[in-house]
């Protein structure tokens, strides 16, 4: 492997290693919000008041703002300097501040509407609680926007640490409000009223995930001034690719709130269960896809705003196959131990067996999609860096389409289940397309390498999936917690061993350049750029 690809896989290790941090933090927050408030009318509320925000969350700080901010931001420090880069910086939060808040009072006057339009399918009683719930949660919306650019500028100058670990502070804050809940909940023997302290909560930690990352951001010089000079050339740069980037990269997060809107017809706990089976996959998705994504695409904008399309072209490449190497095993692994590890998750309080079992089905759906899903992630804004907004949002749209035209065919005979996998087949349509055009538009993505790296990392995650199955098959369903964990834990660390094993005997040797990018990753604050080839 050469050093491009070994400096690109460190980065990836280095983040993926903070990211893990705030995804397992994030996970016992879900385990604290399924055993305070199960799966049923109250849930379901929370997770559509919730849906807004996090959706925007998504297409902000890993999606089209950073499509589009990046690449601007890159151009103005490699062509104009630093102060340069800040400057536009200030203008971009300045304009953000503004049409944030014209956001939040929007949602406010408007909570109801948007209640009745994304859960057609809720009783009143549900409705009134998640238009109250969806005003409390409104300004998470702002905080994040907000941090995305601190992100993108950090990022952009090779500073990944602070942005990497911001989610797991604002997980920490979400915890705490979890632990106050259930210490004076148990007064009044119901939590139902209490889930307006968990909203409280999670704006509280949207607030403090944009606060941390501002001290780092100061420490490389950065100043703001308030500026609303919209015709900064980097501005109208960024409103072009803008738009079209929310289209794009909103496929996901579009098929989610589809998903939410039908689930909402398909009675109560249904939309819990989508968002619970999501959440599985979420976890490699969370800790290596939008790592990779995340420490490639400045280096990706850089070559672009260049003109070197044959490094370009090599770093797509490395991020691919960096995506194989993590997404196929966890794929496997994720489908065979769904159950038990939404049991060791979720199965606690009011989340009973059955609510366990709906749950994990979704996972399995959703995780049959993650490769892809993850790919989009790398693909997509390599087309807004190429400043080709077009391709991405036509393929976008017709996923869009075939999302909602097979979830509408499936939800009929499969119910919820039918959602997730109409998400899946959605995913792969929309890589396959992404992946065509950007060969015609690049050329030759090293295919063969991709394709022989793709039969080996598959046969091996196909024996090590075998392995933990029969391995979790001889725990039975432990009933006892720390059974559950016993299970999952057996069952990983042997899925581990066998594929290292295979990739070993098989020669593929990404998983050792990982695997050391991991270890030094450990010992380093930041990660250099990743040199010339």
């Not at 397992?24 to 604290?32: P, Q, T």
């Not at 089209?64 to 203008?91: M, N």
């Not at 797991?168 to 632990?179: C, D, E, Q, S, Y």
């Not at 259930?182 to 889930?195: E, H, L, N, P, R």
């Amino acid at each position: 492997m050469d050093q491009k690809t070994r400096h690109i896989t460190r980065s990836v290790g280095v983040l993926s290693t903070l990211t893990a941090l705030s995804r397992v933090l994030g996970y016992v927050r879900d385990a604290i919000n399924a055993a305070l408030f199960g799966a049923g009318m109250v849930s379901d509320a929370f997770f559509v008041a919730y849906r807004i925000p996090n959706m925007l969350r998504d297409l902000l700080a890993e999606g089209a703002l950073s499509s589009a901010f990046i690449p601007s931001f890159v151009e103005y420090f490699e062509k104009k300097g630093k102060a340069e880069a800040f400057r536009l910086a200030s203008i971009v939060l300045t304009l953000l501040t503004v049409i944030f808040s014209a956001v939040i009072l929007f949602g406010f006057a408007f909570a109801g509407p948007i209640v009745s339009f994304m859960a057609p399918g809720f009783a009143p009683s549900a409705q009134v609680l998640t238009v109250k719930l969806t005003k409390i949660l409104f300004p998470f919306i702002a905080f994040m926007g907000l941090a995305a650019v601190f992100m993108g500028m950090l990022n952009s100058m090779k500073k990944f640490t602070m942005s990497a670990l911001a989610p797991a502070v604002g997980n920490l804050v979400m915890i705490g409000t979890g632990g106050l809940i259930m210490a004076f909940g148990k007064q009044d023997g119901s939590y139902d009223k209490w889930i307006v302290v968990w909203a409280l909560g999670a704006v509280i930690s949207g607030l403090v995930q944009l606060s941390v990352q501002i001290p780092e951001a100061l420490k490389q010089g950065f100043r703001f001034k308030a500026s609303l000079k919209w015709k900064e050339p980097g501005i109208i740069q960024m409103a072009k690719l803008m738009a079209p980037a929310v289209f794009s990269n909103s496929v996901g997060q579009v098929q989610v709130l589809a998903n939410t809107i039908m689930a909402s017809m398909l009675g109560a706990a249904a939309v819990t269960y989508l968002y619970y089976g999501y959440r599985l996959m979420q976890l490699p998705m969370g800790i290596f896809g939008v790592s990779i994504a995340t420490a490639i695409f400045p280096l990706i904008a850089a070559h672009a705003a260049k003109n070197e399309p044959a490094e370009l072209k090599h770093a797509v490449s490395a991020g691919i196959k960096m995506n194989m190497l993590i997404a196929l095993p966890a794929t496997a692994g994720l489908i065979v131990l769904s159950y038990p590890i939404n049991a060791l998750l979720f199965r606690h309080g009011m989340f009973g067996a059955h609510d366990t079992l709906m749950a994990s089905r979704a996972a399995s759906w959703y995780t049959a999609g993650l490769l892809f899903a993850s790919l989009i992630k790398l693909l997509t804004p390599t087309f807004f860096a190429l400043k080709d907004s077009r391709t991405p949002v036509i393929i976008s749209v017709s996923a869009i389409i075939i999302n909602i035209l097979l979830s509408m065919i499936l939800m009929g005979p499969y119910g919820f289940i039918g959602l997730a996998a109409a998400n899946t087949v959605a995913s792969v349509y929309n890589f396959v397309l992404l992946f065509i055009m950007l060969r015609r538009k690049l050329g030759p993505l090293e295919e063969k390498d991709i394709f022989l790296s793709f039969l080996k990392i598959g046969f091996a995650a196909l024996l090590m999936g075998l392995a933990c199955w029969g391995i979790s098959s001889l725990f039975g369903e432990p009933q006892k917690l720390w059974l559950r964990l016993v299970q999952v834990l057996v069952c990983i660390l042997a899925g581990i061993g066998v594929f290292a094993s295979l990739a070993h005997l098989l020669g593929i040797a990404e998983i050792k350049t990982y695997i050391e990018a991991i270890m030094r990753g450990a010992q380093k604050k930041d990660i250099p750029a990743v040199p010339a080839k």
